[in-house]
């Protein structure tokens, strides 16, 4: 086989593999509340989807208030596969969730989800 065509070949197969490899990684699709959100105080619904299915019992999520307190969110032991879910009771000011999340093929992945709370 000519040289060129061995690269070519080579090239060719590398392509193919990059979505997989992509893929590997759990990437937030959409999350409640959404990133930038405003929203009134008391009882707040978190719910984060992920383009793949998510090992709960080794994920976490950190409620991070604006004084840089932390707070660990008990997660939500069921539901759909590739969502963490929890809620918390939330007064006025600026919050960001950090979640990290262990996707079922062993990647870990990390993110902030920054939101407003403001008074009802």
């Known amino acids: 086989m000519p040289y060129y065509l061995k690269i070519s ?3 060719l197969l590398s392509g193919m593999l990059m979505p ?11 999350s409640a509340p959404p ?12 719910k984060f989807r992920y383009n793949i ?4 019992g080794r994920s976490r999520l950190t409620l991070i208030r604006s004084d840089h307190s932390r707070e660990t ?9 590739d969502i963490v879910a929890s809620h918390l009771d939330l007064i006025p000011g600026a ?3 950090r979640w ?7 990647h870990i992945t990390r993110g ?6 403001t008074a009802p």
């Open 95 to 97: 919050y960001v969730v």
């Open 35 to 46: 990133i930038g959100a405003s929203i009134k105080a008391g009882r707040v619904d978190l």
């Open 100 to 106: 990290q999340v262990l996707a079922v093929d062993g």
């Open 20 to 30: 997989a490899l992509a893929s590997a990684h759990a990437i937030l699709e959409d």
């Open 112 to 117: 902030d989800v920054p939101f407003t709370v």
């Open 73 to 81: 969110i008990p997660i939500a032991a069921s539901g759909p596969p």
């Open 53 to 56: 299915r998510i090992d709960r």
């Open 9 to 11: 070949t080579l090239v």
